[in-house]
Each structure stands twice: as structure tokens, then as C-alpha cells.
């Protein structure tokens, strides 16, 4: 294979296929779109897993990449996926809203795994390339690399938050784990706060030395490379959310929806994968509470919630379906009628034109995380509102309301102050509305996901010195 002077690695490909002998597709998704330029400019390779267990896949070309499969056997997946990094460091790094399992065995799958990426990236890229690890399933793998090849440029993102140093300190493997990370030249997080969680562990564990977003590392030799661990708040696609909403089949298919639900005056919408850190019961306890003190009637007021099937083979999640599902049953059954439903529960994944459709039908959109390293779900709402109407409604804890002071703000912990908001969001006035809106699409469109990785690549290509693909 030709080797690549840029290289993206992440724990899945950008691809999907439903079956051995079906055509692979394009995941939807903001990065993939994103580093699509890049990838073309670079000559780039994907490294990562196709998404089923035991298959093993020589590399292939996709519109204009490299993609290079790794492969997890049916034991990696339990013990590396659905172990160590959905069971030990998601709930973990999402402040302990569920409680993290600390087992050596998953953490020996995930030394393995996360070399095997290592591996296979080194093999993929040339001389001097520029390596982008992605996300907390890869921890190890920036230090790995250097070590395999200290001529890479190698950069790391953490998509989800960095906790803080007295939860962190839990993981009975945090050195191993900083030290992964500080193997990169640009470590890349979500928020402001997240950078300095991780700056304060470093300081904390490693004792090194942190100075504004500079970290002095010790290079193996004797002496010393700096690394930056630096905010870059990701984002979206905007334009093609744009042209979608603007699209007069997608504004009928919108009004259709109203009407399917027996047009109420409101529609109330959640979309989030079916993750504890949502907060979704939190939603369903204020809309619940809200129908029982009769300040919406079901008459009037419809909750669309879509929860997305995921991580279905492990325990809290499990859990989870089951805590939701006789949430919604119990609300529906105290309150529909035979022309109306409280709350319209999809357990099932959309395509992105229905997912518009559904944003421009919304007149409230509810984001109630608990943790969050961003939230796209909300940016994806405000860009759909071409027609600056539509409330968001956008937890403190998830990383864009870091970037999205115009939504109403809630603590999702504080029921009284859910509902509060949701009535006002409800009552809403039209110009107060646009006004809120154009603002929060102002942001979102100025700061799209081309931005987000061009402003790292940026900052990696310091590293890199002249000739940088980047430049
Ligand atoms: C989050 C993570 C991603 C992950 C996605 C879906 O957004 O930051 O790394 O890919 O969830 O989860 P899954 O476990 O299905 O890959």
C-alpha cells in the first residue's frame, strides 16, 4: 500500500455496511465531512475498526481515501469497546453518573487494542506524516506511535469531557493513561475546563511542569519537548443542515410530521443516543410533572423523544432502556387520549433529512445533559432553523453552552427550574424567539467543523515544520 502523509485514526472507520456482501457507505457525521479535503489534499489514510466483530479486511480505497480496517475479535469487543472504554472510562469522564468498573482484564484488552491501532498507523503513514488520533478509546496510542516513530507529527482529540483531577484520580491506571496522551504534540479537548482538568492532572501525577496550554514533557533521551493541551470546540457541517432545511420536500415532510402528531400547538423535541449522561429521565420527570400540575395539556403540547439504539450489550445501558421505557409507558398511560400522545418515544436512528425535518417541526428543542463534551445535537438544531423560530433549551453541562449563550440555560438537576424553562420556552414570544435564534446560528455558522479542524491542524503544523500538508 502507498503510505499517506496524513493519517486519521479512530476507533471506527468513516464507513458502514448493513452486510458482508453490501456496499459500504459514507457514516454520517461531521468529522467525516470535515477531513474529507484534507484526506483528498494528503493523499490520506483512515485507520480503524469496521464495526463487526472477527472480520478480517485487507485495506481499500473509499471516495478518494485509504481505508486500512483493524481488527477486533468478539473478546476485544467485550473487553476493549464495551469494557474498558464504555464501561471504565465513559462513565469515568462523564463525572460518574454511572459507576465506572475498574477491571484489569479490560484494561490488558485495551493496552493490546489500543497497540494494534498503533500499529497499524505507523505501517500507514510515510516519512514525516502528520497522525490524528481520535477520542478516548485511543488513549495510548499517541505515545505508542512516538515511540514506534519519532518522525511523526502526532496529534490527539478527546471528544468527550476530561473530569475532574479528583474523580480522575480513581483510575487505577492514570499515569499509563497521561502519559498516552502527552505521547501527542497537540492534545486537543471540548472545552477550556476540560484542558485544564487535564493540565491539573499532569501537574498532579506526572509533576510536569504546565504553563498556560505548554507542557514540558520529558523526551526519553534526557530532555525535554513541550506539547499543548488546548480548547477546540468542535462543530457541524452547518451549510449542508442549511441547504437541507431549505429544501421544499423537507418542509413539506416537516408539516407532515405536525399533522401526524394531530398538530399540537407544541412540539417538544429530544434526540440523543440512548446514554445515561442525556439526562433523559430528568426530561421526562419535568414534562411528566408538568402534564400532572396541568400546565400543558396533552391536547396541546407533544414530546417527540428519539433515543438512538447504543452500546446495547452493556449493563447500564440495559438498565437504562428499561428505566425509559417504563418512564414514557407510565406518562402515556395516565395521560393520551385517542387523538393525542404525551410523548412519542423512537427507539430507532434516522437519516439526516429526517432528522431536519423533525428540528424544523420542533418549536422547543430539550438538550438535558447531565455531562456532555459538546452536544452536536443542539448545533444541528439551530442550524436547521432557517426560519429563525424555535427555542433551545441547552444543559450547563454539555460543552456547547459554552459557545450557545443565547438558549435558555438549565440545570437538569433542578426539576422546578427544568419546567420553568420549558414554559418559558413554550411561551415564548416570536421576536424574542428570532431574536435568540439568530444569534445561536450567527455562532454556529461561523465556527463550523471545517474551522475546528483546520484551527488544529494549524496548531499541529507548528510541530511540523515546513511542508506541512496542512499549510
Ligand atoms: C460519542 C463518542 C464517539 C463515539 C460515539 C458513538 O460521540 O465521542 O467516539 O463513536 O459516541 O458511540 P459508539 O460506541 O457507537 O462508537
Given at each position: ?152 507529527t ?31 504534540d497537540v ?41 499543548l ?229 494549524e496548531a499541529l503544523a507548528v510541530f511540523h515544520g515546513?511542508?506541512s500538508?496542512?499549510?
Amino acid at each position: 500500500m502507498t503510505k499517506a502523509d496524513f493519517v486519521v485514526v479512530a476507533n471506527r472507520l468513516p464507513v458502514d455496511r448493513s452486510g458482508d456482501d453490501e456496499p459500504w457507505r459514507r457514516s454520517p457525521g461531521g468529522l467525516v465531512t470535515a477531513l474529507e479535503p484534507v484526506m483528498r489534499k494528503a493523499d490520506g489514510a483512515w485507520v480503524g475498526w469496521a464495526g463487526q466483530p472477527d472480520v478480517e479486511l485487507e485495506p481499500f480505497e473509499f471516495e478518494g481515501s485509504h481505508l486500512v480496517p483493524v481488527m477486533l475479535t468478539a473478546d476485544d469487543i467485550e473487553n476493549y469497546y464495551e469494557g474498558f472504554s464504555n464501561d471504565t472510562i465513559w462513565p469515568l469522564y462523564h463525572d460518574v453518573i454511572a459507576a465506572p468498573r475498574y477491571r484489569r482484564q479490560w484494561w490488558d484488552a485495551y493496552v493490546r487494542v489500543n497497540r494494534r491501532f498503533a500499529e497499524a498507523a505507523a505501517e500507514a503513514a510515510d516519512e514525516n506524516a502528520i497522525v490524528w488520533v481520535q477520542d478516548y478509546q485511543l488513549q495510548l496510542v499517541p505515545r505508542m506511535l512516538r515511540e514506534a516513530r519519532p518522525d511523526l507529527t502526532i496529534g490527539y482529540f478527546h471528544h468527550i469531557p476530561f473530569p475532574a483531577y479528583g474523580l480522575y484520580s480513581q483510575l487505577p491506571w492514570r499515569r499509563q493513561v497521561l502519559e498516552g496522551l502527552l505521547g501527542a504534540d497537540v492534545i486537543g479537548f471540548q472545552r477550556v475546563a476540560d484542558a485544564g482538568n487535564f493540565a491539573r492532572a499532569v501537574r498532579r501525577q506526572l509533576r510536569y511542569e504546565t504553563k498556560a496550554s505548554g507542557i514540558t514533557v520529558p523526551d526519553g533521551q534526557g530532555g525535554t519537548r513541550r506539547a499543548l493541551a488546548k480548547a477546540f470546540p468542535i462543530s457541524i457541517d452547518a451549510d449542508s443542515y442549511i441547504e437541507l432545511a431549505q429544501r421544499p420536500e423537507i418542509q413539506a415532510r416537516a408539516v407532515e410530521i405536525r399533522e401526524s402528531l394531530g398538530n399540537p400547538k407544541k412540539i417538544l423535541l429530544g434526540v440523543d443516543r440512548l446514554d445515561y449522561t442525556k439526562g433523559i429521565r430528568h426530561r421526562l420527570k419535568a414534562f411528566g410533572e408538568l402534564l400532572e400540575d396541568g400546565r400543558v395539556s396533552v391536547d396541546d403540547v407533544t414530546l417527540v423523544q428519539v433515543a438512538s439504539p447504543s452500546r446495547e450489550r452493556v449493563e447500564a445501558y440495559v438498565q437504562l432502556r428499561d428505566e425509559i421505557e417504563l418512564a414514557v409507558g407510565r406518562v402515556n398511560g395516565d395521560y393520551d387520549t385517542m387523538g393525542h400522545t404525551a410523548i412519542r418515544y423512537l427507539h430507532q436512528a434516522y437519516p439526516r433529512e429526517e432528522m431536519v425535518a423533525l428540528y424544523l417541526a420542533a418549536d422547543v428543542m430539550l438538550v438535558t445533559a447531565l455531562r456532555d463534551g459538546m452536544n452536536l445535537v443542539a448545533k444541528e438544531y439551530v442550524a436547521s432553523r432557517v426560519d429563525n423560530r424555535g427555542v433551545l433549551v441547552l444543559s450547563e453541562f454539555a460543552g456547547a453552552a459554552d459557545e450557545l449563550g443565547s438558549a435558555i440555560h438549565i440545570n437538569p438537576h433542578d426539576i422546578g427550574g427544568l419546567k420553568d424553562a420549558i414554559m418559558r420556552a413554550i411561551d415564548m414570544p416570536a421576536a424574542e424567539q428570532g431574536r435568540r435564534m439568530r444569534a445561536l446560528r450567527r455562532r454556529v455558522r461561523e465556527h463550523d467543523v471545517e474551522d475546528w479542524s483546520r484551527e488544529f491542524l494549524e496548531a499541529l503544523a507548528v510541530f511540523h515544520g515546513p511542508g506541512s500538508v496542512v499549510e
